[in-house]
Structure formats: C-alpha cells, structure tokens
C-alpha cells in the first residue's frame, strides 16, 4: 500500500486528496495537514443550520464539505491528519465499522504514548485522554472503497470553532465554547509545549508501517489533477448547499457521547397578555425562551433556561437540581419534572408537565 507523506498542503486539498484516491480506485495512506483553516461539513450536515456564515465570510474561512458523514469541524494548522482508503474487499475490512475504528486509531494512540500522553479509544470514533477529547475521526464509502479519516490535535482554537457555529444566542454560543474548554485537549496542552508536528507525523508514520505493508507513494500530476478537480466540486456552492439533517433542537457535538443542546421552549403558556408581564407571547403561540442543557452519555449534567418570562411565576431556578443527572428518557424526565413541580409553592408549573415534558425530551 501506498504511504503518501504530503506535509502542509493546502487546505481544501488535505479533503479532497483522499477522495481523489477512491475516485481513482487507488488504496492509500495519506498524512498532511492545512496551510490554514477552513470549516468542513459531514455529508449530512445543513449548511444554514450548522455554520454562522457572516462570521466566517468577514473573517476569510473558507467552507468544503466532504463526502463522507461525521460532524463540522474547524480544520487549522495545529492538526495533524491521517486518511486511510481501502478497498470494499480488502481483507482489513473485517467485522463491524466499529471494530475496525479501534485498530485504525492504535498507531494515533501509539504516537501519543510516545510523547508521554496516555490516550484511548472511545467507541465508536474518539480517542481521548482522561476524558478528553484528542482525536475525532469518521468513516464513509466513496466510490465502493471505504475512506478512515482522523486527526490528531496539537493545537485548537476553541474560540473560533464557537463562533463559526450558527448559535441562536450569544448564550449558548457561550456553553460550546466552555464545553469545548472542558471536554476536548491537545498536545500542546497536554504536555505544557508544542511538539514539532514533523517529529508527531514521523512516528505516526512508522507506527502505520508496522501495521500496513507501506511503501512511499508518490504524489503524482494525475493524482494532483484530480484532487484539485474534486476540492472544486466539495468547495461548490451546489454541493456546499446539499439540505442536511435538521431537528427541533440545535445540537452540538463535543465529543463522543457529550452534546450542547438548545431547546426552545414549544409554546406560550400565557392565557392572555398581561399589562405588567415581560412575555410578549400569547397562550398557544412560539416562545422566544429557551433551555441550554449539556447531555452526556444521554444524562442531563448541565442545564439552564433563558427568557421564559411567560414562566416568571415558576421556579425555573430550581429546575437544574431536579433535572441534573436526570437520563434523557421519557419516565425519568417524567419523574424529575414530577418532583419539581410538586417543590413549587403555587402549583402553576403542575398545569403545563406535558408541554415541560415536551420541552425536555425535544428531538
């Protein structure tokens, strides 16, 4: 198998050059990294939904989308990539997509041994140390191969990453970014400097060859032709505006098995309006409230509401004790909401358990 070692290229190749290899029918490893950033979509993603547009266009990041699934990611200078094209019958390709994700990241987790950092796989697609995210790949079939992508960080702008996300409020843009803080690291951190990224690609390398039977592979004229003929087709206003996924909710994915959700609230619960009530809404019409809660492992660990004032007669401030360490199904939320209703003094919040209910288990 080839080993295509390209270093810093540009950024819309380090996409396209593994959909180049499937597209030319070629197995392949490829290791590079961005001369600068950009924003990538998974295949499913809904532009409008996922990225605040404005921002990146006033502050020149570029969007590709790739065509394979998986989640937008902010790609940099910091990230060191490794993309693996196989294909469909190559004898690798045993068992489940899951079990292969665990051999495909253990050269990464070696690299990272190297340098004094313990890392693990976590199921299906992280690798993490202590819990922390370092590494988030993903997978997909082009062209009858199947593609491997991963990275390894050594540097993250978690400011950045937030802001080019779409985010209904200033707020929860807020909560990605502190979740970011405290579920994700790097190498830089990790180890209190930066590493030389050639010296991490190195041992990468060599921990993939005693792997796969490599040799170098030579990044050729054809090879480099139909690279730039599909950056221009993942970098297309066409493909870049495929209608993705949309839910009821706004969900971010921090790593494997922790969310950042927006709900907002389904409906006014006002019966009429009222002189001295902030809430402009009317019973029955949408609220401009909502709640900001942190899932992991479907467990409710954080929550918050924010500009329910059709709900000030409620006591919305004690709904996170109620709520945190709740799971994300219907009976436990049932039962959290049950005992928090049954806390309040005036029993207002017991007329409206199923519009909370509704609110809370949003999908």
């Not at 907002?264 to 006002?270: D, G, K, L, M, S």
Request: glycine residues 8%; contains cysteine.
């Amino acid at each position: 198998m080839k080993l295509y070692r390209l270093g810093a290229i540009p950024w819309d190749e380090t996409q396209a050059v593994y959909h180049a290899l499937a597209q030319m029918r070629q197995e392949g490893l490829v290791l590079c990294r961005p001369l600068s950033r950009c924003v990538c979509l998974g295949l499913h993603d809904d532009l409008q939904q996922e990225l605040d547009q404005r921002y990146c266009q006033e502050n020149n990041i570029p969007l590709i989308r790739r065509d394979i699934g998986g989640g937008t990611v902010l790609l940099a200078e910091g990230q060191l990539f490794f993309q693996l094209v196989l294909r469909a019958t190559n004898p690798l390709l045993t068992g489940k997509r899951e079990q292969f994700f665990h051999r495909f990241l253990q050269p990464a987790i070696k690299t990272l041994a190297d340098f004094g950092i313990n890392a693990a796989v976590k199921l299906p697609a992280d690798i993490v140390v202590n819990g922390k995210k370092i590494s988030g790949n993903g997978a997909g079939d082009i062209n009858g191969f199947a593609v491997y992508t991963g990275n390894i960080l050594l540097a993250f702008d978690r400011t950045v990453m937030a802001n080019v996300l779409h985010a209904a409020s200033c707020r929860y843009r807020e909560w990605i970014k502190l979740s970011l803080e405290k579920y994700l690291t790097t190498m830089g951190e990790e180890l209190g400097y930066m590493p030389a990224i050639e010296a991490v690609e190195k041992k990468l390398a060599d921990h993939f060859a005693a792997w796969l039977e490599l040799e170098p592979g030579v990044y050729s004229e054809d090879m480099k032709e139909a690279t730039a003929s599909i950056a221009g087709y993942l970098t297309s206003q066409e493909f870049l505006h495929l209608p993705g996924k949309r839910s009821k909710i706004r969900q971010i994915k921090i790593n494997e098995g922790t969310y950042v959700r927006l709900h907002p609230f389904p409906q006014c619960i006002r019966s009429s309006l009222d002189g001295q009530s902030r809430c402009p809404g009317r019973f029955g019409r949408p609220c401009s409230g909502y709640g900001i809660m942190v899932v992991q492992n479907n467990r409710i660990i954080e929550f918050e509401s924010q500009g329910l004032s059709c709900l000030e007669n409620v006591n919305l401030q004690s709904l996170p004790q109620f709520l945190n360490g709740c799971y994300l199904q219907e009976l436990a939320v049932a039962q959290a909401l049950k005992k928090w209703t049954q806390n309040q003094e005036d029993g207002e919040a017991t007329l409206f358990l199923d519009i909370f209910s509704d609110w809370i288990l949003a999908r």
